[in-house]
């Protein structure tokens, strides 16, 4: 069985963006970039797939800028087998990914598609869904683990309040939460390992995609700022302050 996992090239999550003067976006000018931390939970999970002898291939693959590329060899030194680099310089959204990504899958036939629950850069939880729509695929979103066994996939997923277990047949699309897998260090062996390895590189245009965008920004803004906070001599300060200023009890 092929697992087929999208990663995404996205600003580190360490670095604190800056919102550009006219408001049209973020300056990612000069910052660094990394992949997505839950694809790189999604890519640890299909390689243990494979390690223990359920999936027999881990294609990594990425839809963007040529600089993609680098966010493709982590995942390979992680242990992906390959890699497709889907590259366009247009603004991706997630409909444009996931409508790229079902090209894909079509051409590689995966039995499961382990995809981030979501980027932390437009934060939209929307491609994983909407791959499993287009593709008419049975989905399985926020899971917290992963069993595959006899063409179906036993997925436990984090819901409110407790977890909730389902079990799809395969081939399906599942999407990585934060508690699936504590991802490996990359060591420096596997990442001169990755750069031997495969990364075929196409078009949307190879793939019949349209990929403008559908969706307009009309505006990016700061968050408001937050005022400095007070200390209250008692409790009963406090909930006056709580009734009277904040207004919320
Ligand atoms: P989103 O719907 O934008 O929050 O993204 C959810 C997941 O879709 C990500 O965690 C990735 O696994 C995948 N994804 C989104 N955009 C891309 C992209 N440009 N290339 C590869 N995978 C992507």
Known sequence: MKVLVPVKRVVDYNVKVRVKSDGSGVDIANVKMSMNPFDE???EEAVRLKEKGVATE???VSCGVQQCQETLRTAM????DRAILVQTDEELQPLAVAKLLKALVDKEQPGLV???KQAIDDDCNQTGQMLAALGDLPQATFASKIEVADGK???TREVDGGFETVELSLPAVVTA?????EPRYVTLPNIMK???KQMDVVKPEDLGVDVKPRLKTLKVSEPPKRGAGVKVPDVATLVAK???EAKVI
Not at 77 to 80: N, V, W
Not at 177 to 181: K, V, Y
């Open 242 to 244: 709580l009734k009277n």
């Open 58 to 60: 881990v294609i990594a």
């Open 153 to 155: 996939a036993k997925v």
């Open 77 to 80: 030194a992680i242990g992906a």
């Open 177 to 181: 939460d934060l508690r699936l897998n």
């Open 114 to 116: 382990i995809l981030g």
């Open 41 to 43: 939970i999604a890519v």
């Open 194 to 196: 990755a750069k031997k």
